[in-house]
């Protein structure tokens, strides 16, 4: 007995009876399958293409692999230390944004529509931290800035970001603010 007959033995005794459904196919009666067409394409009967894959054989291990995979420990090990890292929110803060984007001369409604996409980018990437360029407010008509209270409402109503702040001086100051994207949470 060879180990691919241990693995059959194996699996065929820890299957359960399931209910069989009828099957149902939606191609007319008689057409010939893909399969069928691609092998005719290329000069061979489809029973000749069956019997060269039945003489076929596979290794074991293979079988076995392709069933159940590997764990990769290595990736494991640095995805914990990364996700270590990334828990550390003085880390978090010093790191340099991977992302920015720059909403000056922009409305408040256009800025909204540009961070939203913006936002929805950066989470689907991954990314961690992000900045965004709003300005002082400055040249805004009349006295109050527009899109600096616009940028921490957004931040505020988005569920995704989390902790954010102003960098330094030389960074941007006041008219610009990084956030935290928040990790994904996975089912």
Request: with cysteine; hydrophobic share 30%.
């Amino acid at each position: 007995m060879d180990f691919g007959d241990i693995l059959n033995q194996w699996e065929g005794a820890s299957k359960k009876p399931q209910k069989k459904q009828p099957q149902v196919s939606h191609k007319k009666a008689n057409a010939p399958t893909k399969e069928e067409k691609e092998a005719a394409r290329q000069g061979y009967s489809w029973e000749q293409i069956m019997e060269q894959d039945s003489r076929k054989r596979m290794n074991p291990m293979e079988i076995w692999l392709n069933r159940h995979g590997t764990v990769d420990k290595d990736k494991i090990n640095e995805e914990a230390k990364r996700n270590e890292k990334f828990s550390n929110v003085e880390y978090l803060r010093s790191m340099n944004p991977e992302a920015v984007i720059d909403l000056h001369q922009l409305t408040r409604e256009e800025a909204w529509t540009k961070l939203q996409y913006f936002v929805n980018d950066c989470y689907s990437r991954n990314l961690k931290k992000i900045m965004i360029v709003h300005g002082k407010g400055i040249h805004s008509a009349g006295s109050d800035p527009v899109l600096g209270p616009m940028v921490r409402l957004f931040i505020e109503q988005d569920k995704r970001l989390g902790i954010s702040g102003h960098p330094d001086r030389n960074h941007g100051g006041s008219g610009a603010t990084w956030v935290i994207i928040k990790e994904k949470q996975r089912n």
